[in-house]
């Protein structure tokens, strides 16, 4: 009796677990050539969902800079809305790349049953906002970065003006066996130490592009 209890519990909070709201893309890319950049959101569920939205700074500190609206919405069921996001104009660097996590609360209507757990969901994605004059390409950007080799580290160094996220680094062992290594992104004119095993190689690597799929990168 009790192992079909918590069976059917995980299945209730697996089922409602999963997000009601939609979310078009998994990154924005905001050009600093327009006024705005926009996200669109989509209730997929028979219920009116409240939807707060706010920007952090990559050290979670919120964005003074960029704004977005509106910040707290109401979007009814199988309807879509629309996240705009607007830069000040003043703070940010014109030499670079900036990063904000945009946060996406789902608040779910009261339950209409006694005893119902019921789950706010947050989803977090990246806005990146490319200064007005800024011509640099990710996919020629990737093929600038360097990577230095210590006893057990590998440092890769960024000297583009874009942000590359990285997802795996595709190693080589001395074995002759292909391995791989989960990678951080690297800041614009920045470098990340990574461990390394001893007398491998880079054969290739992967990261993430303008429209959130993953890239593959072949190297020599």
């Known amino acids: 009796m009790m192992k079909s209890l ?21 990154r924005v890319i905001y050009s600093g050539e327009n006024k705005s950049a926009s996200l669109t959101l989509h209730n997929a569920s028979q219920k009116n969902y ?6 952090d700074e990559d050290s979670d500190k919120p ?19 629309v996240l705009r996001f607007i830069y000040s104009g003043k703070g940010l660097p014109a030499d670079r790349e900036s990063v904000y996590w945009i946060n996406v609360q789902e608040i779910p209507p ?17 806005l990146f906002y490319r200064p007005v004059g800024m011509k640099a390409k990710l996919d ?13 580290a590998l440092v890769v160094s960024n000297p583009g003006p874009l942000h590359i996220s990285l997802s795996q680094l595709i190693i ?13 992104m690297i800041a614009p004119f920045g470098s990340e130490t990574i461990p390394f095993p001893k007398g491998s190689r880079v ?18």
């Open 50 to 55: 409240i939807i707060q939205t706010w920007l």
């Open 203 to 220: 054969v290739g690597l992967t990261y993430i592009n303008d429209y959130g799929g993953v890239a593959d990168v072949k190297m020599h």
């Open 140 to 152: 020629e950007q990737i093929g600038q970065l360097t990577l230095t080799k210590s006893s057990e």
């Open 63 to 81: 964005g003074k800079e960029m704004v977005v609206t509106p910040p707290i919405m109401k979007v009814k069921p199988d309807q879509s809305a």
């Open 172 to 184: 080589k062992t001395p074995q002759g066996k292909e391995q791989k290594i989960t990678a951080p």
């Open 110 to 126: 009261r339950a209409s049953e006694p005893n119902v757990m019921q789950l706010a969901i947050r989803t977090r994605l990246k």
């Open 6 to 26: 918590i069976i059917a519990l995980f299945a209730l909070y697996s089922a409602s677990a999963i997000s009601a709201i939609q979310i078009e893309s998994s």
